[in-house]
């Protein structure tokens, strides 16, 4: 018996784990780490409000409910995209 080929992935993002420490996208053929750390407007955020997340033009994340805007570049290559969040 064979199975038949699974579909085409019709989600361009798709948030996979939600952890203590952070959380995992996959977007396209790529995984990506946020750590809280680095990325602390997700710390307190919702599980609702993380998975609610939009890929616009291909390369821009958008967390709507969080008002939160990241490019894939700046996850890809972080020592391009210094400034970070001081929380003052």
Request: charge should be negative; avoid cysteine.
């Amino acid at each position: 018996m064979t199975s038949s080929q699974l579909g085409k992935n019709t989600s361009a993002v798709e948030v996979t784990n939600v952890s203590a420490h952070g959380l995992w996208l996959f977007v396209g053929e790529r995984e990506y780490f946020l750590s809280y750390e680095k990325f602390p407007w997700f710390k307190e955020a919702r599980i609702g409000e993380i998975l609610d997340v939009e890929l616009l033009h291909g390369f821009h994340l958008h967390w709507p409910k969080l008002d939160v805007d990241l490019e894939i570049a700046s996850l890809e290559n972080p020592d391009q995209y210094p400034l970070t969040y001081s929380g003052k």
